[in-house]
């Protein structure tokens, strides 16, 4: 199925946009929309990634901590998860 759109693009888009070949531009377009959802679908199962596994850090970080609260290992996996809401302020 096809389907005619419209957009409004930016100074720098346009830009791009006209310097494609004619006829060939909806080809194009087509193309990088498709590449682009992939692209975003790929980054967006990332981020879910990341944040599984800095739970399963912190959680692994925690039961060390229990054990052995001056176990380096601890202190190294802490420092991974600084600037995250995992991150332990106990030092």
């Known amino acids: 199925m096809k389907q005619l759109i419209s957009a409004t693009l930016s100074e720098g888009a346009a830009i791009v946009y006209n ?10 377009l087509s193309e990088l929309i498709v590449k682009e959802d992939v ?6 199962d990332q981020a879910k990634d990341i944040k599984d596994m800095r739970v399963a850090i912190s959680k692994a970080m925690i039961a060390l901590h229990l054990k052995d609260a001056q176990h380096p290992l601890c202190r190294e996996l802490n420092k ?3 600037g ?5 302020y106990w030092d």
């Open 19 to 28: 310097g494609w070949e004619k006829q060939q531009k909806s080809k194009i």
């Open 39 to 44: 692209n975003r679908k790929l980054v967006l």
């Open 80 to 82: 991974m998860l600084a």
């Open 84 to 88: 995250t809401i995992y991150y332990q």
